[in-house]
């Protein structure tokens, strides 16, 4: 192979190129977009999982035994109690932000409604994740890969508070204004609780550390052990009794009614300098400038080059000197009358070499090997360029007989 050439062809060249230039284009849209995309196509909120720290059986119970009395477009803005599920992902200040809202539609329906009429709530039920779970591949399901961090799930509760963990046999109904509460089935494991001052128990610890808590004297309840409710948990009755008791004891007015959030799993990701150049406004100005930088790269692939060296006018080499001479004969119209003038020089060079001191002669060449004679006639009436060229093959094969 010329150490000059490429190793690779024109077309695979452009391949990769095109291919590299759509996997970097990738790369920077999964560096803005990743956040939302590993939101809408990763793993499910927990309130739609079927493995054991999910909550799809608990959502199914509400949904039978207390369906919402209408179907809000916005879960947010029902009065139904709205159950947050939160993950160690998720951040405080979106928990917040829908904590705070929900206060505030309570509190602009206190306004409005009138004074002899109950004030219209709006409670949030917040269920603090406690175990840390990867996807399993190929599959809806999830499992557990340890427990999350205490101080990142202490952040999510809309206060302040000091997570720590209490044995199960610490744990009792705490509230005695809410007598419609029933007491877990504990799973077989340490019971996890917050302990704060603003954070009122009402199923917790001696201490006062809070499984199930209110925070202040606000409509926000925080129930700390998933485990209590969860797909695992519900599979005993007295836990799928105990937490419709709780709903009903949260809520009494509206017999404990609940909605489940997911928009702290879809929710939009923090905003970047990749979404800003490909969401509009800026998007038709991005676009613009990859297509002139597309535009740009043919018109340089098109200009720039190796060298070209200009080629001679006259080709060097015995070869091109024939070369030039045969296509000089056909532009002349020469070519008809090649044969006789063949057939003189190759007289005259085989009997130099074969009939040494004699005078060349195609009869005499015929003593030296049969046949000469023959060609050299065919040679001579040759009116096209095919007789010349057959006959001038058959005096190639004879001299290679005779070894002229």
Sequence with gaps: MNQSSSPFAVRTVVILVIGGALLLLASILMSGFGDEIARVAGDAPAADRKDGAGYHAFKRLVD???????APGEP?????????????????????????????LAEVASDDDDEDAAPLRYPTLIILPKWQVEKLPLQDRVQRTGEVNGYKVSRLIPTESDR??????????????????????????????VLGKTIYPLIGARDGAAVLGQVGSSDTFVLVDPDLVNN??????RN???????????????????????????????????????????????????AAAVLAGIAAAGRFGPPIAEKRAVAAGKRALIDNIVALTRLAGRTPQAGPHYADTMLEVVSRRLLIGETPSAERLDRVHPGYSDIDRRLRDARTKSEALAAAKDLTAWKKETGA
Excluded: C, W
Aim: proline share 9%.
């Design 64 to 70: 039978a035994v207390q369906p919402p009395r209408s």
């Design 76 to 104: 947010q803005v029902t009065s139904a109690i709205l159950i947050l599920t939160p993950t160690e992902a998720t951040r405080p200040e979106d928990v917040k932000a829908i904590v705070d809202k929900r206060i505030s």
């Design 164 to 193: 720590h963990v209490e044995y199960r046999s610490d744990i009792g109904i705490a509230a005695e204004e809410y007598p419609a509460l029933r007491p877990f089935a504990l799973p077989d494991r340490p019971v996890s609780a």
């Design 232 to 237: 695992r948990a519900l599979a005993d009755e």
């Design 240 to 290: 799928a009794k105990a937490a419709l008791a709780m709903l009903r004891a949260i809520d009494p007015e509206n017999d404990g009614r609940a909605v489940f959030d997911k928009s702290l799993h879809y929710a939009r990701g923090d905003r970047n300098l990749v979404k800003l150049l490909f969401l509009p406004p800026f998007l038709g100005v991005t676009l613009a400038l990859i």
